[in-house]
C-alpha cells in the first residue's frame, strides 16, 4: 500500500498532497454528547463575522490559499501567486514544529521532506477581530509512514478544557498518529498559536488532509472560543461518534479526490469516519473545468464514502490502490485552489448547513 501510494507522489511537488490514508459554540451549547443527541446548533453569530474583505475573494479561496502555502517551504515568504493574492489582506504569524526522528528507519523518512509542519495565523487587516488558524498536513514520508498507525486513542476535555488520553475508557476514539501530531503541534508552538489569537473574536480554523484532522481537534479544544473549522481534503479520524462542536463548519471535498472517499481502518466496532461538521461536496460535469458547491449537508451525515468502503476497505486491496493511483494528484491543496475559486466565485450566499439530524 505504501508503495503504491508514494509511487502516486511523483516528484514530490512543494504543494505535495497532505496525507494519504481528514464551532461556533455559543454558550448555550454544549461540548459534550449525551447518548447520541447533539448539542443544538446556536445562531447568534453572523456568519459574515468570519469574512474577511480580500480582493475579491471568498473565505473558502482565501483558506484554499493559506492551507497550499502551509506546505510551501518558504511559507509566508513564497511568491507564488496564489500567496501573493491574499498576502495583503493580513497580519501573519508563522510556526513550526517537527516530529521526533524515533528510530533509524523514520530518520531516514524524515529527510525525504519538502516542507515543515506549519500552522499560520492570520489576523484580517481590515476587521482584526477576524482571524484564521491554518494547519499543514503531511510534510514528510515520515508523516506518509505515520497513517498505517491507524489504531485508536480515546480521549476526553480534561477539568482545564484540554484534550487528553482518557483514563478511564471514556470518550472518542482518534486515530492515534493524528493525535500524536497534535501532540507535538500542542507542546512546541500551541502557546505561542494561542497568544497570536489574542484579541480574536471569529475565528476560522483550516486544513488540508492530515491537516484537518488536527484542525477539527484544535476546534473541539478551544470550543470556548467560538472558532468554526471549514477545511478541505480531510482525512478520516474517528472511529465511533465524534465529539459535538455545535455543527460549526464545514468540510469540502472534492469529487474527483479519493482521500475522503476511503475508509481504510477499522477497529473491530467502528469504520473510520469523518469529524460532526456537516460535508460540502465539490462537483463538476465530465470534461467541465466550471465547478459546483452543493449546499451543505446535514451535520452528522458522515460522507463522501466509496460504495465499495462502507465496512471499509484495505489498503493492501486492489480497489483502495486504484482509487489512489489513479486520483491522488487531485488531492493536492493546489486542485482545492482551482475548485474552490470556481465553485464560490459566483456565489453570493454558500448557504448554511441543515441542521437536521438524520
Not at 57 to 85: C, F, H, N, P, W
Not at 286 to 314: F, H, L, M, Q, Y
Not at 327 to 345: K, L, P, R, W
Amino acid at each position: 500500500q505504501l508503495s503504491a501510494n508514494l509511487f502516486a507522489m511523483g516528484p514530490m511537488r512543494k504543494l505535495c498532497l497532505g496525507a494519504l490514508g481528514a464551532a461556533l459554540r455559543d454558550k448555550t451549547t454544549s461540548a459534550h454528547h449525551s447518548g447520541n443527541t447533539l448539542a443544538p446548533y446556536n445562531f447568534s453569530r453572523d456568519p459574515g463575522d468570519y469574512a474577511c474583505p480580500c480582493n475579491g475573494l471568498a473565505l473558502e479561496s482565501q483558506l484554499a490559499r493559506m492551507v497550499a502555502i502551509s506546505y510551501d517551504e518558504k511559507g509566508i515568504r513564497s511568491l507564488e501567486s496564489y500567496a501573493t493574492e491574499i498576502f495583503s489582506c493580513y497580519s501573519w504569524s508563522e510556526f513550526h514544529y517537527n516530529l521526533p526522528d524515533g528510530d533509524l528507519f523514520h530518520q531516514i523518512l524524515s529527510k525525504v521532506h519538502w516542507s515543515t509542519p506549519t500552522s499560520f495565523v492570520g489576523r484580517c487587516a481590515m476587521k482584526p477581530q477576524t482571524c484564521t488558524v491554518a494547519f499543514s498536513g503531511a510534510t514528510n514520508l515520515n508523516f506518509v509512514a505515520g497513517i498505517m498507525n491507524s489504531e485508536p486513542v480515546t480521549l476526553k476535555k480534561a477539568s482545564n478544557g484540554s484534550i487528553q488520553v482518557s483514563d478511564d475508557g471514556t470518550g472518542h476514539r482518534f486515530h492515534q498518529f493524528y493525535w500524536k501530531v497534535y501532540e507535538v503541534f500542542r507542546e512546541a508552538v500551541g502557546d505561542k498559536v494561542m497568544d497570536a489569537l489574542k484579541g480574536c473574536e471569529h475565528i476560522t480554523i483550516t486544513g488540508h488532509s492530515i491537516g484537518a484532522a488536527l484542525a477539527a481537534v484544535f476546534q473541539w479544544e478551544h470550543l470556548d472560543r467560538g472558532m468554526q473549522q471549514i477545511t478541505m481534503g480531510q482525512n478520516v479520524a474517528w472511529y465511533g461518534l465524534p465529539p459535538d462542536v455545535g455543527c460549526h463548519g464545514r468540510r469540502l471535498y472534492s469529487v474527483d479526490d479519493p482521500v475522503p472517499y476511503l475508509r481504510q481502518f477499522w477497529d473491530g466496532k467502528d469504520v473510520i469516519r469523518h469529524a460532526l461538521v456537516p460535508p460540502q461536496r465539490l462537483w463538476h460535469m465530465k470534461g467541465s473545468e466550471k465547478w459546483t458547491a452543493d449546499s451543505p449537508s446535514v451535520c452528522n451525515k458522515d460522507k463522501p464514502v466509496d460504495r465499495e468502503c462502507v465496512k471499509g476497505c484495505s489498503g493492501t486491496m486492489p480497489h483502495y490502490n486504484y482509487r489512489i493511483f489513479t486520483g491522488i494528484m487531485d488531492h493536492q491543496a493546489s486542485a482545492y485552489i482551482t475548485a474552490v475559486d470556481s465553485a464560490f466565485s459566483s456565489l453570493e450566499e454558500h448557504g448554511a448547513p441543515s441542521m437536521d439530524m438524520e
